[in-house]
């Protein structure tokens, strides 16, 4: 079994930046791709940031490219997403996953809201 906890969500203002964290814990496999979606009230979940298990391939949604960015720590079952130049339609709720042997894991989401 596979948990996935993310933490450092909250209030913040537009222009502003936070960090998110994400470790995922039990039947953790070194091949392993990480990431974070999102999802806003009243619409669908919606990818954010990908990253490989190296850490040397990242993937962004269009709407977060060169604002947010994806690493990995040096536990590879641990992943950040960096997010800066917030804008209002980033408030969302962002969900951090991980795939394990094609298997996708999930953890409970963290609140994010930008608003003055």
């Given at each position: 079994?596979?948990?996935?906890?993310?933490?450092?969500?909250?209030?913040?203002?537009?222009?502003?930046?936070?960090?998110?964290?994400?470790?995922?814990?039990?039947?953790?496999?070194?091949?392993?791709?990480?990431?974070?979606?999102?999802?806003?009230?009243?619409?669908?979940?919606?990818?954010?940031?990908?990253?490989?298990?190296?850490?040397?391939?990242?993937?962004?949604?269009?709407?977060?490219?060169?604002?947010?960015?994806?690493?990995?720590?040096?536990?590879?079952?641990?992943?950040?997403?960096?997010m800066d130049s917030?804008?209002?339609?980033?408030?969302?709720?962002?969900?951090?996953?991980?795939?394990?042997?094609?298997?996708?894991?999930?953890?409970?989401?963290?609140?994010?809201?930008?608003?003055?």
């Amino acid at each position: 079994q596979v948990q996935v906890v993310e933490s450092g969500g909250g209030l913040v203002q537009p222009g502003g930046s936070l960090r998110l964290s994400c470790a995922a814990s039990g039947s953790i496999f070194s091949d392993n791709r990480m990431g974070w979606y999102r999802q806003a009230p009243g619409k669908q979940r919606d990818l954010v940031a990908s990253i490989s298990s190296s850490g040397g391939v990242s993937n962004y949604a269009d709407s977060v490219k060169g604002r947010f960015t994806i690493s990995r720590g040096n536990a590879k079952n641990t992943v950040y997403l960096q997010m800066d130049s917030l804008k209002p339609e980033d408030t969302a709720v962002y969900y951090c996953y991980t795939i394990q042997r094609g298997t996708v894991y999930w953890g409970q989401g963290t609140q994010v809201t930008v608003s003055s």
